[in-house]
């Protein structure tokens, strides 16, 4: 019997005795391999810096290097720590301890400066009404160091899902919980790093953001025999779900390069347009922009296409001899069709003409 109540006893002590040998080991191993891996350390530019190496006890004497190069910038050190003093973003970089004397290896820091985000900027808008609206946003100040967003999204009291858009990093989509609703929408964008965190909120309603994206396929072509007319004709933008129960209008504006003032066209529905007061001859530049007919706002600018009225062909013949001949010039011509050109005078006859009133005046004398 008593056999077999020390047995449970010893078995206690080896099951005790491997706990402590495994969490010795763990430690070790975590000991070791924080000497290995690198960890983040975040702190604010301008600031006072304090790193320490490891699990060192305080009396400890290391030497650091960072980047592989002994630390020149101004520092002390104090025990297994090293302190900078007003740190710039230039004190960013890998830091490495070492034990003196033999110089093992103890830990390794990776030091990032930066700063404390600032409220973002953000906006949203509807180019796919009424299926959903987009946010963006974005901060004004760089804080140089990871920063991510937290987005959350309030209608009628109740939180709507958010969902990131895939092609914009700083971009979420909601659906419209309801169309045509009278209450608003809220949204509030946090802005989230290692040093902190600063949010911005926004109010809207559902009208005011509706705003399209551009016309497309933007086309303008002279129209045959008319020298003052240009056929502009246009598609709807893609992203817009639904013309026919939501239709677009539209504004057209163009101008010839000459001048930098716009002539501008409203149109209801339509898509296309002819311009009948352009310049003949001249390169005109136009482009259209688009807004639901009751709610929102003008879309942006189309991108500008060039065209040039049509300009009748003139057909001139030349003769295989070219004749020289005079022309004569007046300061006002009276009328724009080219001037006909004399003929030219034989130089005989120009002589002629030259010496026959003396010759009459010897004949005269003669005579008397």
């Known amino acids: 019997m008593t056999l077999l109540c020390v047995c449970p006893q010893m078995a206690n002590l080896v099951t005790s005795l491997c706990c402590v040998v495994l969490a010795a080991v763990v430690v ?76 093992e290896r103890r830990d390794t820091i990776y030091l990032h400066i930066g700063l404390i985000p600032r409220e973002p900027t953000v906006t949203c808008r509807s180019n ?42 700083n971009r979420c989509r909601v659906r419209f919980p309801e169309v045509f609703s009278s209450f608003p929408y809220t949204v509030n964008v946090t802005a989230v790093n290692a040093l902190g965190k600063a949010s911005n909120t926004i109010s809207f309603e559902e ?37 026919d129960n939501f239709p677009l209008k539209y504004f057209l504006r163009y101008r010839p390069l000459i001048k930098e003032q716009w002539q501008h066209v409203e149109l209801s529905d339509s898509t296309s347009h002819i311009i009948t007061d352009a310049y003949a001859g001249k390169e005109y530049i136009i482009q259209v922009a688009a807004k639901d007919t ?3 706002t003008w879309s942006d600018w189309s991108v500008a296409v060039h065209a040039t009225p049509w300009i009748e062909e003139q057909i001139t013949s030349t003769t295989e001899v070219d004749i020289p001949t005079e022309t004569k010039t007046s300061p006002i011509p009276s009328s724009n069709a080219p001037q006909k050109a004399e003929r030219p005078v034989g130089r005989a006859a120009r002589l002629l003409t030259f010496f026959s009133p003396l010759l009459l005046g010897m004949l005269l004398l003669c005579m008397w």
Not at 132 to 151: A, D, K, L, N
Not at 211 to 217: G, H, T
Not at 219 to 243: G, K, Y
């Open 128 to 169: 796919t009404y009424p299926k959903g609206f987009y946010c963006s946003w974005h901060q004004v100040h760089p804080t140089y160091i990871p920063t991510t967003f937290e987005v959350d999204v309030q209608h009628n009291q109740r939180s709507l899902e958010v969902q990131k858009d895939p092609d914009h990093k």
């Open 294 to 296: 009751e709610i929102g």
């Open 28 to 103: 070790a191993y975590a000991q070791r391999r924080s000497q290995l891996v690198a960890r983040n350390q975040y702190e604010r530019i301008g600031s006072d810096v304090t790193m320490q190496c490891g699990f060192l006890d305080n009396d400890a004497s290391v030497s650091w290097k960072v980047n592989g190069t002994d630390v020149k910038d101004h520092h002390r050190l104090e025990g297994p720590r090293l302190i900078l003093s007003g740190v710039a973003l230039g004190h960013s970089g890998l830091y490495s301890c070492f034990q003196n004397p033999h110089g």
């Open 207 to 243: 009208s005011s953001i509706v705003k399209p994206d551009p016309p497309e396929r933007v086309t303008a072509t002279p129209i045959r025999f008319n020298a003052r007319r240009l056929e502009v004709s246009w598609q709807s933008p893609a992203t817009w779900p639904d013309i």
